[in-house]
C-alpha cells in the first residue's frame, strides 16, 4: 500500500531534513519543578479573564529568557568565504499545532515584550486559526525561536528537530508526580522535562545551559510571569 504525502507533509519533510544535514546540533536536558506553576494556571486564568495554559507560561519565560540571551536565536550566514553569526532584533516563538492539514506553526512576534495575558490570548487565537485553516502567511512567519511540547501526549521527553530559520528549539514533556525529599520528609512535586536542541556553530553547551536554567528559574516562579 503507498500513501501519498500531502503538500504540508512534503514541505516540512523537506524542511526538517535539510536542516539536519546543515546544522551540527547538541541537546541538552534538565526539568522543572512547576508544581506551583500548575496550582496558579486555574486562578490566573479568571483574575486574568483569559485561559491559561502551560504553553503560555513557557512561551513566556522562552522568550524573556532568549531576549538575556540572544545568541540562542542567531543565525550562521556565509558570504564571501566569511561566516558571520546575525542575531535577529525580535524575539519571535514558534509553536508547533496539529491541525487537519498537517502540523502548522504559528509564531507569536516580539513575545518578551509581551504580558502573559497577552501571550495567553494570541497562543489561543492562533492555534484556533491553525486548526481551522486559517493562518495567514504572516501569522506562520517570522520564527527566530522554537517551542514544542509533547507533554499534553503523554510524551515524558523528546529533542526536537531545530528549524531551518532558527537556531534553537525547547522540547517539553509531560508534567510527571515526583516523591521528592524535602528536609526530611517526602512531598509529591509536579516536575517537567525540558530539552534544548541548539545549533553549535552558534553557541557552546555552556552557555545554552545558562539559557536553559534561566527558563527553569523563571518557570519555577512563576508570579514573576504575570
Known sequence: MHIPLTRIQKLIGQRMLESKLSKPCFSIESK???????ALRPRLGK?????????????????????????MMGRVHAANS????????????????????GLVVPVIKNAD????????????????????NKLTLEEMQGQTIGLSNLGVYGIDSF???????????????????????DDGQISVRRLMSLALTADRRVVHETYAAGFLNDIIKQLQDPQGLV
Open 113 to 132: 515584550k509581551k504580558a502573559l495575558a497577552q501571550i495567553a490570548q494570541l497562543e489561543k487565537q492562533l492555534t484556533e486559526k491553525a486548526r481551522s
Open 159 to 181: 529533542c526536537g528537530i531545530v528549524s531551518p530559520v532558527a537556531s534553537a528549539i525547547l522540547a517539553v514533556g509531560n508534567v510527571i508526580k515526583t516523591a521528592w525529599p
Open 32 to 38: 522543572a519543578d512547576v508544581t506551583e506553576m500548575m
Open 47 to 71: 483574575s486574568l479573564g483569559v485561559r491559561v495554559t502551560s504553553n503560555s507560561f513557557l512561551i513566556r519565560a522562552l522568550a524573556v529568557a532568549t531576549a538575556r540571551h540572544p545568541l
Open 82 to 101: 566569511r561566516m558571520t553569526v546575525r542575531i535577529p532584533e525580535a524575539v519571535n516563538v514558534g509553536f508547533p499545532v496539529h491541525a487537519p492539514q
